[in-house]
């Protein structure tokens, strides 16, 4: 299967920058996108920001100009550069990618979070 490793997070002040980054690991056969999914609490989960195999991004309202995907084919990696944080920004962020396990259809896999909390 497909194994999503998830690193960075932590908390910051209003105002201040953090960076997370996923790799995707185990019996990966293609990847079609990767991104970030986040869920506050009393919240449904949202989407942050995707970015495709060929680098075409996708970011929520919320989020645009504030935040950057970026990602490294080679390493089957995806990073997510937060700035101007603010305390709406606080929850868990999740890392997916949409892509082919080896011998498997089409199919979303999920990292299992990471806390980022913003203080104001």
């Known amino acids: 299967q497909v194994q999503l490793v998830e690193s960075g997070g932590g908390l910051v002040q209003a105002g201040g920058s953090l960076g997370l980054s996923c790799a995707a690991t185990g019996r990966i056969f293609a990847i079609h996108a990767m991104g970030w999914h986040r869920q506050a609490p009393g919240k449904q989960r949202e989407l942050v920001a995707s970015?495709?195999?060929?680098?075409?991004?996708t970011y929520s309202d919320s989020i645009k100009g504030r935040f950057t995907i970026s990602k490294d084919n080679t390493k089957n990696t995806v990073y997510l550069q937060m700035t101007e944080l603010q305390p709406e920004d606080t929850a868990v962020y999740y890392c997916?990618?949409?892509?082919?396990?080896?011998?498997?259809?089409?199919?979303?896999?999920w990292g299992q979070g990471t806390q980022v909390t913003v203080s104001s």
């Open positions: 997916y990618t949409d892509g082919w396990a080896i011998g498997k259809p089409r199919d979303d896999y």
């Open positions: 970015i495709t195999f060929s680098g075409v991004t």
